[in-house]
């Protein structure tokens, strides 16, 4: 006789599915973008990979416990009342679980074959992806169908050493991640750093748009940018609070000085994020902006040919 299934059981096998999705997903995730930054492509701006990795890691370090342990208490509820198995609940995960993972090796290797068939570049972060993702599907697929099919529900050698190998993996991901992401001191010292290059990108976009446009030359100091007007205040050091330096080196040039804590690399995932503008510099669109660890100094060039003055300055 099927039991009935009681509010506890809904929400402990919605847990269970919640956690084996989000862990699955979250260890994808993390995968996929380590590979990412281990085997960059030529010209390829990939985002802010580190943030991705920690939203991957967060995910994995709370999802993946709280899943083994309702997991185990799920167990032990079907050792204690057998005739549960036939839950609805429980029937309904397995199969949905059984087609998602099912249809996710189908889509995996037809991406495959497409690639192959099409004759496209197959480099080695593809070959990667495509091993993670069905090596996941295939353990969910194998673990849930055994899951199904057994009449007991003590755990037996094969199950332990299942989730043993699986727990250990997810185990030196999170530690691998971590590790290659930086501890969250280094971490934060990378937003600051972050945070003074889009501070010199501003103060560098003021002095493009309101004083070389509009008076033919770059300001004495900063404080021609204070405008209460547009509102535009000075940004200042995000830890010390202290004003960056600012060198006037003729009509129109300048230089622009921080001080950095981390040092940045010439990869196209470590460019700051989301810059506030791009003034024409030497002819060209300038988005170099790499440091070292201490004092560093940008000096521009404006190319009054590529960023012309307003008729009305030059009258």
């Known amino acids: 006789m099927q039991s009935k299934t009681t509010a506890k059981d809904f929400f402990v096998y919605l847990g269970v599915i919640i956690g084996l999705y989000v862990s699955s997903i979250s ?17 390829e701006y990939v985002g802010n990979i580190d943030f991705s990795i920690r939203s991957a890691l967060a995910a994995l370090i709370i999802f993946f416990p709280a899943f083994i342990y309702i997991s185990y208490l799920a167990n032990n509820d079907l050792k204690a009342n057998p ?20 249809l996710t090796i189908a889509i995996d290797l037809t991406t495959l074959i497409y690639r192959f068939l099409g004759a496209e570049d197959l480099t080695t972060r593809f070959f990667l992806k495509v091993f993670f993702v069905l090596a996941v599907a295939i353990t969910i697929f194998r673990s849930t169908l055994s899951d199904f099919k057994r009449e007991t529900f003590e755990y037996k050698k094969g199950m332990k050493i299942r989730g043993y190998i699986v727990s250990i993996i997810i185990l030196l991901s999170v530690i691998y991640g971590i590790v290659l992401i930086g501890s969250p001191s280094e971490q934060r010292a990378k937003m600051m750093d972050d945070q003074r290059i889009n501070d010199l990108s501003s103060i560098q976009s003021q002095i493009v748009y309101t004083q070389w446009q509009n008076k033919g030359e770059v300001p004495a100091s900063l404080d021609a940018l204070k405008d209460p007007i547009s509102g535009y205040m000075l940004p200042t050091d995000p830890e010390t609070k202290q004003s960056y330096e600012y060198k006037m080196i003729s009509k129109n040039s300048f230089e622009l000085c921080a001080t950095f804590r981390t040092e940045s690399l010439a ?15 030497n002819g060209m669109i300038n988005e170099n902006w790499q ?9 521009r060039t404006i190319d009054p040919s590529l960023y012309k003055v307003t008729p009305e300055t030059v009258k």
């Not at 990869?267 to 510099?281: E, F, G, L, N, Q």
């Open 27 to 43: 260890f994808l995730m993390l995968a996929f973008q380590v590979i990412n930054k281990l085997f960059p492509l030529a010209g």
């Open 83 to 102: 005739d549960k198995k036939d839950m609805w609940i429980r029937r309904w995960m397995i199969f949905f679980t059984l087609f998602v993972a099912g």
């Open 267 to 281: 990869t196209p995932d470590t460019t700051a994020a989301k810059p506030m503008s791009y003034p024409y510099v």
């Open 291 to 299: 440091h070292g660890i201490g004092r560093t100094c940008f000096e």
